[in-house]
């Protein structure tokens, strides 16, 4: 048989009792109103998870793009700086 702990008196108690048998508790109304606290706590951090993921994945997709983009720059100084140096090259004859 499983036993919880009455929340009013602490004291252990048959899970299937519908009240305390020490002072009387009404501990099923308790452990439902607790399941339901529960599954909504669980619903609530899932959700949280979710926009965490959703997120993290925003953030990563920007970091890439401004990697990409950064790169590219680079890639297109680079360029302009060959050309300026063939250019320099040609206009020193
Ligand atoms: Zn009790």
């Given at each position: 048989?499983?036993?919880?702990?009455?929340?009013?008196?602490n004291k252990e108690i048959s899970k299937s009792n519908t009240s305390c048998s020490m002072c009387g508790f009404k501990v099923r109304d308790f452990n439902e109103q607790?399941?339901?606290e529960?599954?909504?706590?669980v619903k609530r951090s899932m959700l949280i998870k979710f926009v965490?993921?959703?997120?993290?994945?925003?953030?990563?997709i920007i970091a890439?793009?401004?990697?990409?983009?950064?790169q590219k720059m680079k890639s297109f100084q680079a360029e302009?700086?060959?050309f300026l140096l063939k250019w320099g090259n040609y206009s020193t004859f």
């Open positions: 048989m499983e036993m919880i702990k009455c929340p009013e008196c607790s399941e339901k529960y599954k909504k706590d965490i993921g959703i997120v993290s994945a925003i953030v990563i890439i793009n401004i990697i990409a983009a950064n302009v700086n060959e």
